[in-house]
Every structure is written in C-alpha cells, then in structure tokens.
C-alpha cells in the first residue's frame, strides 16, 4: 500500500486553492477517491461546481456555509451563525478521517479558522491526529500555526512577486 501523507500550501501569495485542485485532480484520475471541505470561502465557493461536473471524476465539494459573503464582511448575527455552520464542517471532516471515507482529503482554508477564533489550531491537531497513512490530507491557508507543523510532511509556501 502507496503512503499517504498530510501537506500545507500556505502563504501571502495567491493560488493555493488552484495548486490544491490541481491534486485533487490528479489524485482523482489516478482512480482515488477524493473529497474537498472549503471553508471560508464566501462569494468564490461557486467557482469549483464544474469538478462535480466531470464524468469519471470521483470529486465531491462540501460546503456548510449559508451566506455568499466572506466571513469578515458578515454582521456578528451572522457570524455566528456561519460559526456553527464551519463548526460542523469541522466535524464532518473528522468523520470523513475517522471512517477513511476517501482516498483524498482536502481541508480548503482550513487554517484560517484559528484567525478568526471560530476555532482552535489544537481542534485542528485534533482531527489531524485521527488521520492514518491510508489518507492523504491537504490543507490550505495564509498561515500555518506553529503548533500544526508536527503534522505536516509537506509545506509548501506561495508567495507573490509584483515584477
């Protein structure tokens, strides 16, 4: 059996999420599995509704978030709401690493969530400490904590040069 691995695209730099899809892809061709949880994502969580449109892909998208707005840009009413709402998404990705429901794992924006106190990078080590080498994770975001890095076999840092 092939060993899977947990990687990191963080950084300032953009594509991240475009890097990820282009695994999931890939991982997808190879006759893997794969699922994505995006959090959030807000008015750009449209943008990836074609994957679930390619035949002979096994890609599928979970989103729990209600509001089109990215998180920042929300009332606290509706942050609130949208907390519980990525608080479940939390626990769905458990479940998916608990029950080895996919060959392929993509968390997208996932390490964000500590930034914006929805939740802790110790829930996150949490739910990474469940994962076994049949899994291979990806996670994204601007920053990895400090705290997650032991989880990580791959980082990879986009950054952004203006030329």
Request: charged fraction near 30%.
């Amino acid at each position: 059996m092939e060993k899977k691995f947990t990687e990191v695209y963080c950084g300032g730099g953009k594509g991240k999420t475009t890097l990820a899809i282009g695994q999931c892809l890939r991982a997808s061709a190879q006759g893997k599995s794969v699922i994505i949880i995006q959090f959030l994502k807000g008015r750009e969580r449209r943008k990836l509704d074609f994957l679930e449109e390619l035949d002979n892909l096994d890609i599928k998208i979970f989103r729990f978030e209600k509001h089109d707005e990215g998180y920042e840009e929300l009332n606290e009413q509706e942050k609130a709401e949208e907390k519980t709402n990525i608080l479940n998404a939390l626990n769905f990705a458990r479940k998916v690493i608990a029950t080895q429901e996919c060959d392929f794992l993509l968390l997208d924006e996932i390490l964000a969530l500590p930034d914006y106190g929805i939740t802790t990078a110790e829930a996150i080590g949490d739910i990474l400490k469940m994962k076994d080498e049949s899994m291979h994770i990806l996670l994204t975001g601007r920053t990895l904590p400090d705290s997650l890095r032991k989880y990580a076999d791959s980082i990879t840092t986009l950054t952004t040069e203006i030329v």
